[in-house]
């Protein structure tokens, strides 16, 4: 007997990267329609109402889409966390660093055949205090950065180039305390990630060791230097060259506290992309808590 073809519910934030989201999600479902599945198309109002709308598809037995950049699939995927539902992913964004994390296609027939056809299996995901997150949570200068675009008047790539440039610029070394499954280490720096995919901040290779699957965390701390080491650094995580400087070291576990040890100083943390609040940030591996496709 033949399988019947899959719904699918594809929640779109046409608030943020709209028109992009639209011109991806166009061709992509008229090839599921063609293949005789039922598609539904989901506008929402922000990332919490994404949320929703995920989790009511979901109870409806459908594949959910995210479609959109980091911070939309996060949001979709994470209200799937701990459910038994199957989530797909549209990139629609700048970064798309999850998707190419999993190596997703781009090609829209390529990704209507995996979504029609291909097999969902469990991913990891990440408990940032207590919020679900699926790709990585970092506390330092590209939080920073992450920051000054979003209150930039620049639109585009520009307001990212731009907030970078003035973060490091302005950027203070933080005395950091880190502690990963029990253990602290001090670390006066630029920032600390806790990687469950080992892209971030729009394609870069922050961890390469990072796996979604193996039930772990990859620490990655840069510690302080000239402003010209961390530019450099920058320019290295294409290929993985930053592993082999000094100032930057890899710890694995299961739960990472990030903390200051300064308290009077504020820091804020990031999450896929979005900013959810300040320092200190616990985040706790979730083992085989997703359930994606091609994964």
Known sequence: MTASPRRFTAVVNPAAGGAAASARLLPLTRLLRDAGAAVAVEYSRGLEHAAELARTAARAGDVVLGVGGDGMVGRVGGALVGTDAVFGIVAAG???????????????????DLLLHGDARPVDAISANGEPVLGSVYA????????????????????????????????????????????????RGYTVIAANSGYYGYGRHVAPGARVDDGLLDVVLVADGPKTMFFNVMRELEDGRHLRRPQVRVLQGREVRIELADPARELPYGADGELPGVLPVTAKVLPGALNIIGA
């Open 140 to 187: 330092g200068v590209d939080a920073v950065a992450n920051r000054n675009a979003n209150r930039s008047r620049l639109r585009g790539s520009a307001s990212y180039y731009v907030g970078a440039l003035r973060a490091v610029l302005g950027w203070r070394a933080a005395d950091y305390r880190v502690t990963v499954d029990g253990e602290e280490y001090r670390e």
């Open 94 to 112: 700048r970064g798309n660093d999850f998707a190419r994390q999993l190596g997703l296609p781009g090609e829209p027939a390529a990704l209507a």
